[in-house]
């Protein structure tokens, strides 16, 4: 999952209105430069990286580009293929199931562990703060890798266990259960960032309230439940979101999967997958560049549906 | 995937040739056009290796550095640089990637012989005959021969080749009282047989992911699931009479339960090759040396011996994996480059190299007469001479089967059809259909005119 974005989004702050006619208009001029000056890194690789691929990809995916014919125009072909495919259809889905599953039980345990945190009656906070948020810190790479070995029906340690104990070998890597597999890899990796984020958000939550709240006589858990968890919502706001979008995207996890249990999870698993082996196995170029786009549309309503539900839901509290 | 297997295939055993390939080649180029690549006029090659030139070679092969010593000796003003770019699975992207961008392509190129008409239909490989490759073509089996070539037209040199046949533990036979079988209905009752005397037994596994193989044993049954009309234009039958013979068989096997359908070149299915699980492996000319290395405690147990056959007395047999080397279309050094694709699968100490220090099984027939190959026994099975055995098996190859130019689909489409249908214990007859599908239909996206049922 790519849930890479950085949690606090900085609050732009208006620049103060000088009236022009008490400043040279150069000065003002040299202002607007240097102030371009500082933004240009950014924006040139943000232009360079992101508007310029996505521009060409969205140019790309007007196209059908054949092995034998060549480049042909073909407007929204390509998508109209895409919505009709049932391959990329089966994928979203399952990943619409993955989200609905995964996504609740890791920000539970994220909050559950921020609030424990919060709390101050954890002994050695720090260390268990750094021990849930290690997993993040692995790459994707290596912690699929690492549970690939941990879910093998011979040599992992799980089925070792439970062959010892005469439960049989589990199937964590069968069509069955591979989903589940996923979650449970995706969950380890993404509940302590998640925490981080939510934890962060309850330190700079004002002590007052919780003073107020000692002298009408709440106890912990009422505070946890009528004051913090409220307070922190803009946060598990943007949790939800990042997790939304790094569930469509999901590849490295599934990908590297694959090449222990080819028979569970296919070339076209998830989304991004399918747009993979659209490029490097059947040279659908242009028909990839479709489906990415289609993904990426999936995502912004989902996450808007997301958005709009939690609004409506604040206005209604 | 079939990732994972592809790379073995390489690990094989030895090739010798034709060696004076090259001074043959040279002298027969007495027009002297430079390759325009009709594939008439001829290049003057003598002219054209005295050049200096710098070229660079892909291949996944490991030491092949050793035979392209032997190349830069006898021509010393051209230099090879060799670049292992990955495993057939990681070098077709790149190799893809770079032909798309127009720029970091190599000059040369390991390609397996089922890749060369996928890449030559994007026209990104080389003509070889102007630069004299119809002259190596007699050193060559002719039916690898003819998965490189097009009419006259040569697109790649085949580097070695994957005749299959059975390895078999025969501690595991005696202990059932099984004897070898012969045909594809006792391979079936000795199946069921094995897995009831010891249900933690197979007698083999049917791979859902390997594609190639699983075309190995079409091949053997006499199925040819394309037939090229023309550059744009091909049949595919992959459901034939034969293909739904072979898949109402293993139909039977897998559902009952007889033979297993672990993924192979996986770490279960290594374990599976050392424990016993499986007691045959179905598998190419490269398998022996490749087991070797793999199930290490199990030496001195297995056999070698031709695939079980169709009907009693035939003696078929298909191809699964093999190489060839290709030199890419944009190469600034065409004559230097094909010279060097040559040079290395056909010249006698090169061959007689890539099968004693890299373990390619050749492709050329003066090495699979050789007595040294051929009499070279392996304890590992019990000091069997495998090379004789797998070198009868090559010459009972048809050599009549082609490849669609859209492979990497159509192995990738495998997994999503007959491989699940494995996985989910189903009909594979019907899951073959369905194969034909969905390959006919990519095809007529990207373009092909397709015929066939």
Redesign the interface.
């Given at each position: 999952m790519s849930q890479t974005v950085p949690p606090a989004a900085a609050r732009r702050v208006p620049p103060p209105v000088v009236p022009k006619s008490r400043r040279p208009w150069r000065s003002s001029t040299r202002e607007a430069l240097t102030a371009y000056g500082f933004v240009a890194p950014f924006m040139v690789l943000f232009a360079a990286l992101l508007v310029v691929p996505l521009c060409y990809a969205g140019y790309l995916s007007l196209f059908r580009s054949?092995?034998?014919?060549g480049d042909v125009f073909a407007g929204l072909d390509n998508y109209r293929r895409a919505l009709d495919d049932p391959l990329f259809r089966e994928g979203v889905l399952r990943m619409a199931r993955f989200l609905v599953v995964q996504v609740p039980v890791m920000l539970a345990a994220s909050l559950l562990f921020a609030l424990a945190l919060d709390s101050g009656r954890l002994r050695f906070p720090r260390l268990i703060r750094l021990g849930i948020f290690v997993p993040y810190a692995i790459p994707s790479v290596i912690a699929a890798l690492m549970w690939g070995y941990l879910y093998?029906?011979?040599?992992g340690p799980f089925a070792q266990l439970a062959r010892d104990v005469g439960l049989g070998t589990p199937g964590f890597l069968s069509?069955h259960w591979i989903l589940a597999s996923l979650a449970n890899i995706v969950t380890w990796e993404f509940v302590g960032y998640n925490m981080i984020i939510m934890f962060a958000a309850l330190q700079s939550v004002s002590p007052t309230l919780y003073e107020a709240a000692a002298v009408d006589g709440a106890g912990a858990f009422r505070v946890a439940w009528h004051i913090k968890i409220p307070a922190i919502r803009p946060a598990l706001l943007l949790s939800v979101i990042f997790s939304v979008i790094g569930t469509f995207q999901l590849f490295n996890e599934p990908k590297l999967l694959?090449?222990?249990?080819?028979?569970?999870i296919?070339?076209?698993y998830t989304p991004n997958m399918y747009a993979y082996?659209l490029v490097?196995?059947?040279?659908?170029?242009n028909y990839s560049s479709a489906v990415s786009f289609l993904l990426g549309a999936v995502i912004v309503v989902v996450s808007y549906a997301v958005q709009l539900a939690s609004q409506r839901k604040a206005r209604r509290s | 995937?079939r990732?994972?297997t592809r790379g073995r295939r390489s690990r094989l055993l030895a090739t010798a040739a034709g060696g004076l390939a090259l001074l043959v080649l040279a002298a027969c180029s007495g027009g002297s056009t430079a390759g325009s690549g009709n594939g008439t006029k001829s290049v003057d090659m003598a002219a054209e290796l005295k050049k200096p030139a710098t070229i660079e070679f892909w291949s996944w092969v490991d030491g092949i550095q050793s035979e392209v010593n032997l190349f830069e000796k006898k021509y010393p003003n051209i230099k090879v640089k060799v670049v292992n770019a990955g495993q057939p699975a990681a070098e077709?992207?790149k190799l893809?990637t770079a032909l798309?961008a127009g720029s970091g392509a190599p000059d040369v190129v390991q390609l397996e012989a089922h890749e060369v008409s996928s890449f030559t239909?994007?026209k990104s490989l080389l003509d070889l005959a102007p630069y004299g490759a119809n002259s190596v073509k007699s050193k060559f089996l002719p039916w690898a021969w003819s998965q490189v070539s097009q009419g006259s037209s040569v697109y790649a040199i085949p580097q070695d080749t994957g005749p299959m046949g059975m390895l078999y533990r025969k501690d595991i036979f005696d202990k059932y009282h099984i004897q070898v079988p012969t045909t594809w209905a006792e391979f079936a009752t000795a199946a069921e047989k094995l897995h009831k005397a010891d249900p933690k037994a197979y007698l083999t596994n049917m791979s859902?992911?390997n594609g190639a193989s699983y075309t190995g044993l079409l091949w053997q049954a006499g199925s040819r699931p394309f037939k090229s009309n023309s550059?744009?234009s091909f049949d595919v039958n992959i459901a034939d009479a034969p293909a739904k013979k072979v898949s109402d068989y293993w139909s039977g096997l897998v559902k009952s339960g007889a033979v297993s359908?672990d993924?192979d070149f996986?770490?279960?299915w290594y374990?599976g090759l050392a424990s016993g699980k499986y007691a045959t492996w179905l598998t190419a000319a490269w398998g022996p040396l490749f087991l070797q290395g793999t199930a290490k405690g199990t030496s001195g147990k297995w056999r070698v011996a031709p695939l079980p056959q169709w009907s009693a007395g035939e003696s078929a047999s298909g191809n699964t994996g093999g190489s060839t080397s290709a030199v890419v279309k944009s190469t600034k050094y065409p004559a230097a480059a094909a010279a060097f694709a040559e040079f290395l699968n056909s010249d006698p100490a090169s061959t007689k190299m890539l099968a004693s220090k890299q373990s390619l099984f050749p492709a050329t027939t003066a090495l699979l007469n050789d007595q040294s190959f051929l009499s070279t026994s392996l304890p590992f099975f019990g000091g069997q001479k495998v090379n004789q055995v797998f070198s009868d098996i090559s010459k009972t190859v048809s050599t009549d089967f082609t490849w669609s130019?859209?492979q990497?689909?159509v192995f990738?489409d495998f997994?999503?059809t007959v491989?699940?249908a494995?996985?989910?214990k189903q009909d594979l007859t019907a899951a073959l259909t369905q194969w034909q599908k969905s390959v006919t239909t990519?095809a007529k996206?990207?373009?092909?005119t397709v015929g066939g049922s």
């Open positions: 054949q092995l034998v014919g093998g029906p011979d040599f069509p694959s090449a222990l249990a080819p028979q569970a296919n070339t076209s082996t490097f196995t059947n040279q659908e170029v | 995937m990732s994972p077709y992207p893809r798309k239909i994007t859902p992911s550059a744009t359908t993924a996986t770490d279960q374990r130019p859209v990497d689909y990738s997994n999503d491989g699940k494995m996985t989910n990519y996206q990207q373009g092909f």
